[in-house]
């Protein structure tokens, strides 16, 4: 593909993967940025390309894996809010979570774990060798998996809150 096919293509496929970006949820003011970064990238991984057909589409998915990462990049750079009373705020889901997660099984643990991450059934069907069906049944099992130990763990400090009240 010459550099002039590649602009014209550049011309008439940028709107389509600004629009694809948006719809997947992107800042409108982050898209462009992302589109522009995908394009270029495509560009300088040209060679890749197995069919000139679907060029538009391979850029989109260059495009969705850069949105990705910008997102998994600012999860990790939240800053504190602050209360009214000038106090920093707790994040309590995420303590709530960090707990959650301890009373699962490992195997679950790293499935529900790789979830909140945002990793698809997809990619991960893909790592691992298995269908997606598979995948999604997996995550389902470790959602009830952790639901019965938390509910388990709850009777039990149910029951100790009890005792204690009875035995005083």
């Not at 992107?26 to 462009?32: E, I, Q």
């Not at 209360?83 to 643990?109: E, F, K, M, Y």
């Not at 069906?133 to 039990?156: D, G, Y």
């Amino acid at each position: 593909m010459t550099r002039e096919e590649y602009g014209d293509i550049y011309q008439t496929g940028r709107e389509r993967t600004l629009r694809f970006l948006l719809s997947r949820g992107a800042a409108p003011g982050l898209a462009p940025d992302i589109a522009q970064s995908a394009w270029l990238r495509g560009w300088e991984r040209l060679s890749q390309l197995r069919d000139p057909q679907m060029i538009v589409t391979w850029i989109n998915s260059i495009a969705l894996n850069q949105y990705r990462r910008v997102i998994r990049a600012e999860r990790l750079h939240q800053q504190l809010q602050q209360s009214a009373h000038g106090n920093t705020c707790l994040d309590l889901a995420a303590i709530d979570v960090a707990r959650i997660l301890r009373v699962c099984r490992p195997p679950d643990r790293v499935l529900l774990e790789a979830q909140m991450k945002g990793v698809t059934a997809r990619e991960m069907a893909r790592e691992q060798g298995l269908t997606e069906t598979a995948v999604r049944i997996r995550f389902l099992r470790a959602r009830r998996s952790a639901r019965k130990a938390l509910e388990a763990r709850s009777r039990k400090l149910s029951m100790e809150v009890a005792a204690k009240q009875i035995a005083a």
